[in-house]
C-alpha cells in the first residue's frame, strides 16, 4: 500500500463512521471535473469531443468548493481536460486542502514546470502525472512526441520541491506485460509515491475505438503483468481487492456512487464514465434519481468492457471491509495469477443482436 498512513487512518475513519451510521450510498472519490479543455487530443480519452462553447466552460472556485461540501467525500480528484488550464486551479486546490481533504490534481504536465510555483507541498495534494508507459508508448497514447519527456521532467521537478507525486497509466491495446512491468519498475527509480493503474474504458466519444483492450484480454494481461510483479517491489495505488479484480479473480459488480461526478454540466449520471445518462442539480439529486439498477457490466451494453477504478475500487473496499481476512491474503499472497478465473455473470443485454435486412427475407420465384 502506497498511500501514506495519515490518509490511510483519515479514509478508514470515515469508511468506518459510513458504517455505523447506516449509509448504504456513501461517496469516498470526488471526481471534480472543472473544465473538459485540454492542450492535448488523445487517441482514447473521452473528455474532449465538445464544441468550443463548452470547451470554454469552467466551473468557478465556489461551484468547485460546494461540490466538495455538498458531497463530502475525504478524496477529490481533478480529471478534466486539462487542470493546470484552469487560471483558479490555485485557489480550489487551497480550498479543499482547507477542508482537509485529499486532492489529487491530475495532469499531463505540460504546464506542470510553469505552474508549480502556485502550489504548496502539503500532506494533502498529490500532482498525479498521466503516464501511458515508456517513451515510445506514451508519445502514441496522447498522439504527440516529447510529452514523455516533459512529464518525466515534471516529476523529477516536483518531487525535488517535496510535492506528493503518483503516476496514472492507462493501459491500451498492443501493451506486452513485460514492457508494462519495465514501466513500472521505471516509475519506482523515479520515486513517485505510487502508480494507479487500469484498463482505458471504451469511451463512445473517443476518437479511435481500436485502441481499447477488453474483456478476457484485460485480465489476461494484468494476471501476466503481477506474475512478473512478483518479484519486483511496485507501489501500486489500489487496493489489494482491485488488483484481484483486474486478475479475474473478483467478480464485482460496480459502484458508480463510489466516484460521483461534478462537471460543467452539474452531477453527471450515473459515473465519471458515460457522457449522456443525463445530469442532476445537486449531489442529493445524483443519489436519489439515478436509475442506479440499470448500470453495471451485465446490466447495459455501455458498461459491458467495464473495468475502471471509479467504478470498481469502491466496491473492492466495500469487500474488504466486509472480508478483511480475504483481503489481507490478497496483500500478503498478491493477486492470484494462476488457475481458473472466476466465471463472469451472462450479460442481462443481448449482445449485438443481427438485424435484419432486406436479404434476410426469403423470397420465393414463382414461374
Ligand atoms: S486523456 Fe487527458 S491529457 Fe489526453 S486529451 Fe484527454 S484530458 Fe487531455
Ligand atoms: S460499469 Fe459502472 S463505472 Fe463502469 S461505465 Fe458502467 S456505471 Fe460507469
Redesign the pocket.
Known amino acids: 500500500m502506497s498511500v501514506p498512513l495519515r490518509q490511510q487512518i483519515a479514509v478508514g475513519s470515515y469508511l468506518i463512521k459510513q458504517k455505523i451510521k447506516g449509509v448504504k450510498k456513501y461517496p469516498l472519490v470526488l471526481m471534480l471535473e472543472p473544465l473538459f479543455r485540454c492542450n492535448l487530443a488523445c487517441a482514447g480519452c473521452g473528455k474532449i469531443d465538445y464544441p468550443d462553447d463548452i470547451l470554454d466552460k469552467r466551473l468557478s472556485v465556489k461551484e468547485c468548493l460546494d461540490a466538495v461540501d455538498e458531497c463530502d467525500a475525504p478524496m477529490v480528484s481533478i480529471p478534466g481536460g486539462e487542470p493546470l488550464i484552469h487560471k483558479e486551479m490555485p485557489q480550489i486546490v487551497e480550498g479543499i486542502i482547507a477542508r482537509k481533504k485529499f486532492v489529487y490534481l491530475c495532469t499531463n504536465a505540460l504546464l506542470l514546470r510553469k505552474r508549480i510555483n502556485d502550489y504548496k507541498p502539503s500532506p494533502y495534494l498529490t500532482f498525479s502525472i498521466h503516464l501511458d508507459g515508456n517513451r515510445d508508448r506514451h508519445d502514441t497514447s496522447v498522439c504527440q512526441e516529447g510529452v514523455f519527456d516533459i512529464a518525466v521532467e515534471a516529476i523529477k521537478l516536483a518531487l525535488g520541491k517535496g510535492f506528493r507525486v503518483t503516476v496514472n497509466c492507462t493501459l491500451f491495446q498492443g501493451e506486452t506485460p513485460e514492457e508494462v512491468a519495465e514501466f513500472l519498475d521505471y516509475a519506482m527509480e523515479l520515486g513517485v509515491e505510487g502508480v494507479t493503474i487500469a484498463p482505458g474504458?471504451s469511451y463512445e466519444h473517443a476518437p479511435r475505438q481500436d485502441v481499447f483492450i477488453k474483456g478476457a484480454d484485460v485480465k489476461n494481461l494484468f494476471r501476466n503483468i503481477f506474475k512478473i510483479g512478483k518479484t519486483r517491489k511496485w507501489k501500486l495505488n489500489h487496493s489489494s481487492l482491485y488488483l484481484d479484480f483486474l486478475a479475474g479473480n473478483q467478480n464485482y459488480?460496480?459502484?458508480?456512487w463510489g466516484?460521483p461526478t461534478r462537471n460543467v454540466f452539474g452531477w453527471q449520471k450515473?459515473?465519471?464514465?458515460?457522457a449522456d445518462e443525463g445530469n442532476a442539480g445537486s449531489f442529493k439529486e445524483l443519489l436519489e434519481t439515478t436509475p442506479?439498477e440499470k448500470?453495471?457490466?451485465v446490466k447495459?451494453p455501455?458498461?459491458?468492457n467495464?473495468?475502471?477504478h471509479?467504478?470498481?475500487e469502491a466496491t473492492a473496499v466495500e469487500d474488504t471491509m466486509a472480508h478483511p481476512i480475504k483481503a489481507l491474503l490478497a496483500v500478503l499472497r498478491g493477486p492470484k495469477t494462476e488457475g481458473d478465473m472466476v466465471a463472469e455473470k451472462k450479460p442481462q443485454f443481448a449482445i449485438n443482436p443481427k438485424k435484419t435486412t432486406i436479404s434476410d427475407i426469403p423470397v420465393k420465384i414463382e414461374s
Open positions: 474504458f459488480d460496480c459502484t458508480p466516484n450515473p459515473c465519471y464514465l458515460l442506479w448500470y453495471g457490466t447495459n455501455k458498461c459491458a467495464c473495468m475502471a471509479c467504478g470498481y
